[in-house]
Structures are given as C-alpha cells and as structure tokens.
C-alpha cells in the first residue's frame, strides 16, 4: 500500500513488493489473495515488456503452481479451485520459453521441469513424463558438457518434490 502511494498503479518499481506480498500470502495459507496478486504482476509485465517476455516466464510459473494448494479456509459460497487450473499459466510459460527468440536451452530446461514437477504434484503422472522426456531430449540433442551435467543432475537424480511426514501415532514408544 505505502509502495502504491508513491508510484503508478503499473509501474514495474511495484513488482518487487508485490512479489514479496504474493509469498506472505502464500505463508498464510491465503491461497486465492496470492493467486490475485500474482495475476498483478503478470498485467504490469505484460503491459512493460508484452504478452510473450521472457519476464513473463517467473510470474505464470508462480501463479500456476499456487493452484497446487487448497485454502484450508474456504468457505462453502466460494468456488472449487482445482489442481487442473494452474495448467494454462504453466503451459503458456513453457510456450514462451520455447518460442522466444532470445530464449535459451536453459531457460527451457527449467520451465519444462518446473511443467512436468507441477503435473507429477497434480496428480497427472503421464503428462509429465511426457514433459521430462521433452527435457531429456533437449539435453541429448548435442554433446554440450553443460547440457550433459544439467541431464545429469535435474533428470537423473531422484528429486523429492514434496516434503511428507507421516503422522506420530500415540504411545508409539510404549509399543516397542
């Protein structure tokens, strides 16, 4: 608000706090307050560097994987909000990485995992799968040292992509 005062409602000088609010939302629980700041933050990078900027990429990520979290507070009057919902920012961030002209492999690489990651959490195994195959062709495609070493450390190694802790039983010592 104090930053809003001081500045134009699409000044890109907003971002920064926007995003810093979009993540306080996001610690809280606030799901859909975050998802309406971070749709923000798409309409004034997309009106400063237009519809497919590379800039755009980090906002619809961030927007498209705050779909994988429920509000523990909905009420009955607000609408379901499913898993599926985040898809298109997802999508669209991997269509313009791959679509960009000064796009690179690296970019790509990130974006497509981040793509498959979001489908494995969602519940949707195979269209990942076919996302991390995307990934792992573009890393074999030459014999780059440094597309060989990202294969190797983002494809090959097993990623824990969510935390799980199973739940104490009670007198579980007494037990033994």
């Known amino acids: 608000s104090i930053q809003s005062r001081n500045l134009e409602a699409l000044s890109l000088d907003l971002i920064p706090a926007l995003k810093r609010k979009a993540m306080w939302q996001h610690r809280l629980q606030r799901y859909p307050q975050e998802r309406l700041i971070w749709r923000e933050v798409i309409k ?17 990520s961030s927007l498209g994987r705050s779909f994988l979290y429920v509000n523990p507070y909905a009420l009955e009057f607000e609408p379901e909000v499913s898993s599926e919902s985040g898809e298109s920012y997802m999508r669209r961030a991997a269509r313009i990485a ?35 195959k995307e990934t792992w062709e573009l890393l074999t495609e030459e014999d780059d040292p440094l597309k060989i070493e990202a294969r190797h450390k983002h494809l090959e190694n097993v990623k824990i992509l969510k935390q799980f802790t199973p739940p104490k039983y009670y007198n579980e010592e007494e037990k033994e």
């Open 44 to 60: 004034i990078t997309q009106n400063h560097h237009g519809r497919d900027s590379l800039e755009m990429i980090a906002p619809l």
């Open 98 to 132: 791959e679509n960009h002209p000064d796009t690179t492999w690296n970019i790509i690489k990130d974006t497509l995992i981040q793509l498959g990651d979001y489908y494995m959490l969602s519940g949707r195994p195979s269209r990942a799968i076919k996302a991390y």
